[in-house]
């Protein structure tokens, strides 16, 4: 259905003359052809390379300003720090000639996190208030209670709570992403794979990472489009298996190479808008760029931080990309409001989780 | 690093930039071209409708650091305009200095380049100050303006962990002649502001501990070995004196503050915080290690104010020093919570020795070795 442009080779993805990745005008001569079934045949596989731009010297810049800032209002500003390197990094991710952008601001985060503190300081409290009124045993039992009701109920309000503050703080294009999951079946589905993966003695536990990415990705959308996944549970456990048999073999050092084929799992299964993720993640590329990240770390004693952070980011970025027939005509802004406080959870919990970002 | 090559010709004074422009509706990326007039930005999108934004309208949401591309939104929608070189902002103070006010000007920094090389210098002394004095002067603030009724609630939850009523001995001889003892020790101690717990646990450890608020556990293979009453004296006055100076108090808000500072200083990054985590553990041991010497200085003083014969403090260390040689490994000084024991010996030898006044018999030989026995370990 579209044409190719002419400059870019990149498909046309409007009638309006301009390519929508070169941002160049298409002269008319090259308008869709009549037979529409030629160029479908022809239908172009083009790939979108993401890429990080950020500079360790800015990053550093951006570090020491906050750092003196937050210590010099006792850690209040580190909301507002937080927003400015998620500002900083998200404006330096590009897809198709476009950036990214973050409008998150330090209040809503120091609003959502004193949301989360009321919640755990109040979780304290019921355990110490037992302890003292009803002795050691009753406190004991409201603090199991308590550790289910994190687990079970609050864990899911957090990883929905953080994905959809993040996801409706972020557009490329202009257009905002959203995420539309819910707490119930999250939860309900965390449950029951909790169950079994208890019962089957853990193996069912990449089912249950791969459910849950699946929820996570197929509930985020960009403007009114979703996202895809069509991973499956069982190729999952095979990296895991053979990510635990070698790794013992290895002495641990395949990790580097189980992590990778877990992030190469991930991503080609994800797509979006006729287009696939694709990620080049090599095992010999993490362990280099976590070589040079050890030794950068030790040799500045630490000083190097925003250089290591910027590595990671260009490393991630370099070997992901969107490949196939992008078409972003169907897009439409629809935009959702959201408060911080599951991020302010998540943060405060520290959901291993949510490692699925880049670059947030 | 810091300043890139365009970066230095901010002359600049276009009226017209490239730039592209989203309608906030779909995600087509429009090429536009963008104006510069005083009161306002004029948006020349390609095949749409030219657009007129009034400076008050716009606000600037990147574009303050190098490599950054320059973008205004518009209003309340999401409109937005991107200029990819970042000299468009330079223009913009130039053409319209008013409205640019409200505007990021990289004009400024050079300025803005001393004030972060100033910012990382003060942020690593403010930070190096918080961690090397800041943080044990507050906890010695918030430990004594603690109730020592709190700090007695504290111990007591230790000690339902520690020593569980059923491993905890309670052979009536020796649970009254170790309280006659602490109270031999204590009499000398005038505001001693705790009541203080001390209990025997059966348990096949050469140690003792002291928790918050007096609570005091003595394992019974230190009572075993103990062959005086007074070493036994020796030890009970070194940990009331490490409850007298809320030595474990202090511990505790000393670690909160340090995980906190360390949070300030890393804040989300895991990373970060395991590493800072790991090298002030190490770190904190040195007051660990200061806490001994202060403990065993004050119980010296403390067992000569009793008038109990304090050698038995060099007797028992000396015991403790044979413990040690028997063990398998000696710990590295850093990496220990005490003072090699041989020091601790030769810095308390010169305040025992000589001993100017006839000690107090605590008790008989055949009392004490029944005090000795009745809590030994049951194997």
């Known amino acids: 259905m579209t044409a190719l442009c002419p400059t870019c080779g990149r498909p046309l993805t409007s009638d309006s003359g301009v390519c929508a990745f070169c941002s160049l005008e298409v002269p008319a001569s090259v308008s869709p052809p009549a037979d529409a079934t030629a160029t479908v045949a022809a239908a172009p596989f083009v790939s979108y390379p993401f890429s990080f731009t950020g500079q360790g010297g800015t990053f550093f810049r951006v570090y020491a300003e906050n750092l003196l800032l937050i210590l010099v209002t006792l850690g209040i500003y580190y909301f507002w720090a937080k927003a400015k390197v998620r500002r900083y990094v998200y404006s330096q991710i590009e ?49 199991s209670l308590l550790t289910l009701f994190f687990g079970i109920v609050v864990a899911p309000i957090a990883i929905v709570g953080s994905r959809r503050y993040r996801l409706s703080r972020t557009s490329w294009r202009g257009i905002r992403f959203r995420f539309d999951g819910r707490v119930s079946p999250l939860a309900r589905q965390l449950f029951n794979d909790s169950f079994v993966t208890t019962v089957t003695l853990g193996i069912y536990y990449p089912y249950l990472l791969n459910n849950l990415r699946q929820f996570i990705v197929t509930q985020s959308a960009y403007g009114n489009v979703r996202f895809e996944y069509d991973g499956k549970g069982g190729t999952l456990l095979r990296i895991y298996f053979f990510g635990l048999l070698f790794g013992i ?34 095992g010999g590329g993490l362990f280099r760029l976590m070589l040079g990240n050890v030794g950068l770390f030790i040799v500045t004693l630490g000083l190097a931080w925003p250089w290591i952070r910027v590595r990671n980011l260009r490393y991630l970025a370099s070997v992901l990309s969107l490949e196939g027939n992008l078409d972003l005509t169907a897009v439409i802004q629809q935009i959702q409001a959201a408060g911080a406080a599951g991020e302010g959870l998540a943060d405060m919990i520290d959901l291993g989780l949510l490692d699925v970002d880049l670059g947030a | 690093m810091w300043t890139s090559g365009p970066e230095s010709d901010l002359s600049a004074t276009a009226i017209r930039w490239d730039g592209w422009y989203y309608d906030g509706r779909g995600a087509t990326r429009h090429s536009a071209l963008i104006v510069i007039t005083p009161t306002a930005l004029e948006v020349l999108p390609d095949q749409l409708p030219p657009l007129r934004w009034p400076y008050d309208d716009v606000r600037q949401t990147q574009g303050f650091y190098p490599g950054e591309h320059v973008r205004f939104e518009h209003g309340s929608t999401s409109e937005a305009v991107v200029v990819p ?15 640019a006010r409200r505007f990021h000007d990289p004009r400024r920094r050079s300025g803005r380049l001393w004030f972060s090389v100033a910012a990382a210098i003060l942020a690593v002394v403010i930070g190096f100050v918080l961690y090397q004095w800041g943080v044990q002067a507050l906890a010695t603030m918030l430990a004594s303006a603690i109730p020592a009724s709190w700090e007695e609630r ?103 503050s340090v995980s906190a500072l360390i949070g300030l200083v890393a804040g989300g ?111």
């Not at chain 1, 409008?103 to 979780?123: F, N, S, Y």
């Not at chain 1, 877990?262 to 991503?267: I, N, T, V």
């Not at chain 2, 608020?213 to 394992?219: M, P, Q, W």
Request: proline share 4%; aromatic share 8%.
């Open chain 2, 85 to 99: 070189d970042r000299k468009f902002l330079a223009a913009l103070s130039a053409l319209a200095p008013e409205a």
């Open chain 1, 95 to 143: 897809v198709a000639g476009d950036r990214f952008a973050f409008h998150g601001t330090g209040w809503e985060l120091l609003r959502g996190w004193t949301k989360a503190v009321v919640l755990i300081v109040a979780a304290i409290s019921a355990v110490a208030l037992t302890e003292l009124a009803a002795g050691p045993d009753a406190a004991r039992i409201v603090q």
């Open chain 2, 154 to 256: 504290v111990g007591d939850a230790g000690l339902q962990e520690l020593a569980p009523p059923s491993r905890v001995c309670t052979e009536s001889e020796t649970v009254t002649a170790i309280a006659q003892l602490s109270s031999t020790i204590l009499a000398a101690a005038p505001g001693f502001p705790y009541t203080s717990k001390i209990v025997v646990v059966r348990e096949d450890q050469f140690n003792a501990l002291a928790l918050p608020g007096a609570r005091i556990v003595i394992y019974g293979d230190l009572l075993g070995k103990a062959e005086t009453p007074d070493e036994l004296a020796a030890v009970l006055a070194h940990e009331l004196q490490h409850a007298r100076e809320r030595h474990s108090t202090e511990a505790a808000l000393r670690a909160a």
């Open chain 2, 269 to 379: 990054d895991g990373a970060v915080r395991g590493l800072l985590t790991a090298a002030s553990t190490l770190d904190q041991l040195r007051y660990s290690r200061r806490q001994e010497e202060a403990a065993d200085r004050g119980a010296v003083a403390m067992l000569q104010r009793a008038r109990i014969d304090a050698r038995g403090m060099l007797r028992f260390l000396a015991r403790a020093r044979e413990q040690e040689s028997n063990g398998a490994t000696a710990v590295p000084r850093y990496l220990s919570t005490h003072p090699p024991t041989a020091e601790r010996i030769e810095q308390l030898r010169a305040v025992i020795e000589p001993q100017r006044y006839a000690p107090t018999e605590l008790m008989t030989a055949e009392e004490w070795a029944k005090v000795r026995t009745a809590c030994a370990v049951r194997r």
């Open chain 1, 249 to 282: 073999l290895t002495l641990g050092i395949y990790y580097f190479w189980f992590s990778a084929a877990r992030q190469r799992f991930y991503w080609s299964h994800t797509s979006f808008a006729g287009a696939r993720f694709v990620s080049r993640a090599t």
